[in-house]
Nanobody, 125 residues
């Protein structure tokens, strides 16, 4: 099985950028879709962005589109979430999840088999 391992979180000021990484441990992302979810304090976990490893399809939720970009490094078996123009409301624990959902169900958490431990992103002045 493939275990996603997140890194890259931290504390930044509004307007700054961060790049989160999700590396595959114990396997490869080939054949899977990998998504980013986030959970803000006191809120439910929500979908952010998805990447289908075979084919390169991407999807970014509307509320962060234009600020967040999802991409990969095939050689490193790593997925990235580039976040720019960060806002305080982006503060959350960001999780990487791996599964094989059909594309129309890409945002459904129940479709993912493997989850990372999460990385904290704090946006505050």
């Amino acid at each position: 099985q493939v275990q996603p391992v997140e890194s890259g979180g931290g504390s930044v000021q509004p307007g700054e950028s961060l790049r989160l990484s999700c590396a595959a441990s114990g396997g490869t992302f080939s054949g899977y879709s990998i998504s980013w979810f986030r959970q803000a304090p006191g809120k439910e976990r929500e979908f952010v962005a998805a990447f289908r490893w075979n084919g390169g399809n991407t999807y970014v939720k509307d509320s962060v589109k234009g600020r967040f970009t999802i991409s990969r490094d095939n050689a490193k078996n790593t997925l990235y979430l580039q976040m720019s123009s960060l806002k305080p409301e982006d503060t959350a624990v960001y999780y990487c999840a791996v599964g094989r959902p059909i594309w129309s169900a890409i945002s459904q958490q129940s479709m993912y088999y493997y989850w990372g431990q999460g990385t904290q992103v704090t946006v505050s002045s």
